[in-house]
C-alpha cells in the first residue's frame, strides 16, 4: 500500500511539475559526416554553394490587399501623372497575381544558398565540361552597352532552366547523392520572409543600402515629359557580400539584384496546395510550362523587388537579370 501512495504522489508531481522541455530541434548529417542543425551553414564541397539549413514551419504565401494596393499606387505615382490613383481603375492596379494569400507548412526539410548562385560556382561546373559557357555572350548580344558585372562572386545570369538542371545534376554527382535541386517558389519565399509578414524581410520598406533597386519617376514639363533616374542606382547585379542584405535567417539578396528562377510552373493565381512537399510534386508536370521568377531585379522600383513579387520565364529563354540559387533537400537523424 505504501509503495502504491508513493508511486501516485510521484506519478501526480510529475504532472504538476510545470511545462515539458521542448523537443530537440532536429540536427541533419550531410555526406561529408558533418552534423548542422537549423539555420546552421555548410559546404558540402569545395565547388558546392554555400548553403544555411531552414527551420520548419508554417507561413502566409502572397501579399494582402493592402500591400498589392500600396505596390499598385507606388508604381502609379512613379509615372507622374496628374490624376489622382484610383483602386477602382484595373488599369492602375498590379500585382494581383500575388493573391490569393495560401497558408502553407513547410514540411520537407531543406538547406538554402546564402546567395545567388555565382559566376565561380557556375564556371567550376563550365571547367568539368558539365555547364555552358554562353552566358556572357548572351549578354554582350542581348545588351551591348549595357553595364555589366564580371565579378566572380556576382550572380550567373543568362542561363535557361534546362541549362539550371544541368548544373544541379553536376552537384549532384560531386557529392554522391540526389539532394541539390532548384527551389520551389514557396520553398523560396519562405526563405526570402525569414519569420516576417512585412513588405519586405527588413520591414514595410527598405533602402539601397539594403536591396539593389531603383529609383525612377517620371516628370512633366510644359508638356513634356523625362524618366529622372536616381544617383544611386547600380544599373548592374552586384556581388554576394555588397550592401547590407541579409535576411533574419542569414540569406542575402533575396530581394532585388536579380530575379530568380524557381521550378515552380507559373499561374495567374496562387494554388491552394497547403504544404510545401505537396508544391514540389506538382512542379513535376506538366513539362514545358512557364516557371516562376522571384524577387525582382536591380532595374525594378522598390515595390517590384518585395519577396511576393512574382514573374515568369519559359523553360528555354534566358535573360541578363535573371539568376537562381539552389536547395538541398535534407534528412533528419
Not at 5 to 13: E, Q
Not at 178 to 185: A, Q, W
Not at 314 to 333: I, K, L, N, P, Q
Request: hydrophobic residues 35%; neutral net charge; proline residues 6%.
Amino acid at each position: 500500500m505504501f509503495r502504491f501512495w508513493t508511486a501516485l504522489i510521484c506519478g501526480l508531481a510529475g504532472l504538476w511539475s510545470g511545462p515539458k522541455p521542448a523537443m530537440a530541434e532536429p540536427h541533419y548529417t550531410i555526406t561529408t559526416g558533418q552534423v548542422v542543425a537549423p539555420l546552421g551553414r555548410f559546404r558540402e564541397c569545395d565547388q558546392c554553394p554555400e548553403m544555411i539549413v531552414l527551420p520548419l514551419g508554417q507561413f502566409t504565401l502572397g501579399s494582402t490587399a493592402e500591400q498589392t494596393l500600396t505596390a499598385s499606387r507606388r508604381d502609379y505615382e512613379n509615372t507622374g501623372l496628374p490624376a489622382p490613383f484610383d483602386s477602382s481603375n484595373p488599369r492602375h492596379l498590379r500585382y494581383q497575381n500575388e493573391q490569393p494569400l495560401v497558408d502553407v507548412t513547410i514540411d520537407l526539410a531543406i538547406a538554402m544558398g546564402r546567395t545567388e548562385v555565382s559566376r565561380q560556382d557556375w564556371a567550376a561546373c563550365v571547367d568539368a565540361g558539365r555547364c555552358t559557357a554562353k552566358y556572357d555572350e548572351r549578354i554582350r548580344f542581348r545588351a551591348p552597352d549595357a553595364p555589366r558585372q564580371e565579378h566572380p562572386h556576382s550572380p550567373i545570369v543568362a542561363v535557361t532552366f534546362q541549362e539550371v538542371q544541368e548544373y544541379t545534376d553536376w552537384l549532384n554527382d560531386h557529392v554522391g547523392a540526389k539532394v541539390y535541386r532548384l527551389t520551389t517558389e514557396a520553398e523560396w519565399e519562405y526563405a526570402a520572409r525569414a519569420g516576417t509578414r512585412t513588405a519586405f524581410a527588413q520591414g514595410e520598406t527598405v533602402t539601397q543600402a539594403q536591396v539593389n533597386y531603383a529609383e525612377f519617376w517620371r516628370r512633366w514639363s510644359d508638356g513634356a515629359d523625362e524618366w529622372v533616374y536616381g544617383d544611386g542606382n547600380s544599373r548592374m547585379p552586384l556581388p554576394s557580400e555588397d550592401l547590407d542584405a541579409a535576411n533574419a535567417w542569414g540569406l542575402r539578396h533575396m530581394s532585388g539584384n536579380v530575379s530568380e528562377l524557381t521550378r515552380s510552373c507559373y499561374r495567374k493565381r496562387h494554388s491552394a496546395f497547403q504544404t510545401s512537399g505537396r508544391r514540389l510534386a506538382a512542379t513535376y508536370q506538366p513539362l514545358g510550362c512557364k516557371r516562376v521568377t522571384k524577387g525582382g531585379f536591380y532595374l525594378n522600383p522598390m515595390q517590384g523587388v518585395r519577396p511576393a513579387r512574382r514573374s515568369m520565364r519559359g523553360e528555354g529563354s534566358w535573360s541578363y537579370w535573371v539568376g537562381f540559387r539552389v536547395v538541398r533537400e535534407m534528412t533528419a537523424d
